[in-house]
């Protein structure tokens, strides 16, 4: 049983969600990257799971018996940025 120091260590940095938020979506049946997302919001921040994505994948791994080769990985989805008006703009001249 981990300690509740290890409970507390930030997973998704984005969204702040902690190990124990994960090991309990897992514990109710998130056995996949995108479930464990959608119950806590892990990888939806602006990194969209590039930096907590492996580390999701490794906890159901520990948790299920289930080879990472099985877990379902999430959709990745390219960060969004601003784009200025200027760049859509119609402008009529050529």
Same mark, same amino acid.
């Not at 969600?17 to 990888?43: F, N, P, Y």
């Not at 989805?77 to 784009?83: D, F, I, M, N, S």
């Given at each position: ?7 507390? /260590?930030?997973? #998704?940095?984005?969204?702040? /969600?902690?190990? +124990?938020? @994960? ?9 996949? @990257?995108?479930? /464990? =997302?959608? =119950? ?11 930096? #907590?994505?492996?580390? /999701? ?14 877990? +379902?990985?999430?959709?990745?989805? &390219?960060?969004?940025?601003? @784009? &200025?008006?200027?760049? @859509? ?6």
């Amino acid at each position: 049983m981990p300690t509740n120091d290890e409970n507390e /260590v930030i997973i #998704c940095r984005c969204e702040e /969600v902690t190990r +124990k938020e @994960v090991l309990d979506a897992i514990d109710e049946g998130c056995e996949s @990257v995108i479930w /464990v =997302k959608r =119950k806590t919001r892990a990888g939806m921040g602006l990194c969209q799971g590039r930096t #907590c994505g492996h580390l /999701v994948t490794r906890l159901i791994e520990q948790e299920t018996e289930q080879q990472s080769a099985d877990i +379902k990985p999430d959709t990745q989805r &390219p960060p969004l940025r601003p @784009v &200025p008006l200027d760049i @859509v703009e119609e402008t009529g001249e050529e």
